[in-house]
């Protein structure tokens, strides 16, 4: 009877492990997309007067579009920071989703390593989420900053993508924190038998 649900076992297995590869590979895809969109969002605050960027050179500030060719260098620099931490934020996300895929396909789903990775993947999603929803106002003001005292935007936005993010990330920490009490039991239980 047992010997019949092994291969049972083994083919779900396989499954979940050729699941997470194929997983795990489009999330590489989704972080160089990242480091793609970083890079591309870099040059348009660099060189806003590039061919290339006509067009895309502006910063949507509630009402106001603000072309980024007309802000100083002292407003710009701050800004890329801003990028900078925001996608380092969103490819730490990328990168930990990869572990945990990682950690699926060699059919290691209940280790206390793969249920870190499912916490710290929810950690990233919060942080990422946190961060944006604060970036956004200081961004706004640092691109008004040379505008007139009366011209001066603090545009405070949370999105949907903000909201996601929250929601995800809080559900992923939760998930990974019960499954590691669950890994807990288990191994206790086996330790009493």
């Known amino acids: 009877m047992t010997l019949s649900k092994t291969p049972n076992l ?6 979940i492990q050729n699941g997470a590869r194929a997983t795990k590979w489009a999330i ?18 660099v060189m806003p007067t590039h061919p290339f960027f006509q067009g895309f050179a502006t910063l949507e500030i509630g009402e106001l579009t603000r072309p980024i060719v007309e802000m100083t260098w002292a407003q710009r620099l701050p ?10 934020l969103l490819a730490g996300v990328t990168l930990s989703v990869r572990a945990v895929c990682t950690r699926f ?9 793969t249920l870190d990775n499912i916490f710290s993947v ?7 989420a946190v961060f944006n929803i604060a970036a956004w106002p200081v961004a706004t003001f640092i691109a008004t900053l040379d505008r007139p005292e ?3 935007v603090v545009d405070v936005a949370v999105g949907s993508d903000e909201v996601f ?3 995800l990330g809080a559900l992923l920490l939760l998930l990974g924190w019960v499954m590691r009490e669950a890994a807990l039991l288990a191994e206790e239980n086996r330790q009493i038998i």
């Open 150 to 152: 009366n011209e001066r």
């Open 165 to 167: 993010s929250l929601i």
């Open 10 to 15: 083994n083919a779900r297995t396989r499954r």
């Open 122 to 128: 929810g950690v990233w999603f919060i942080s990422y």
């Open 28 to 45: 590489t895809l989704c972080t160089l997309a990242v480091l793609f969109f970083w890079v591309e969002d870099v040059f348009v605050m």
């Open 79 to 88: 800004l890329i920071a801003l990028v900078t931490v925001s996608y380092s």
């Open 105 to 113: 396909q060699s059919a290691d789903f209940f280790s206390g390593k």
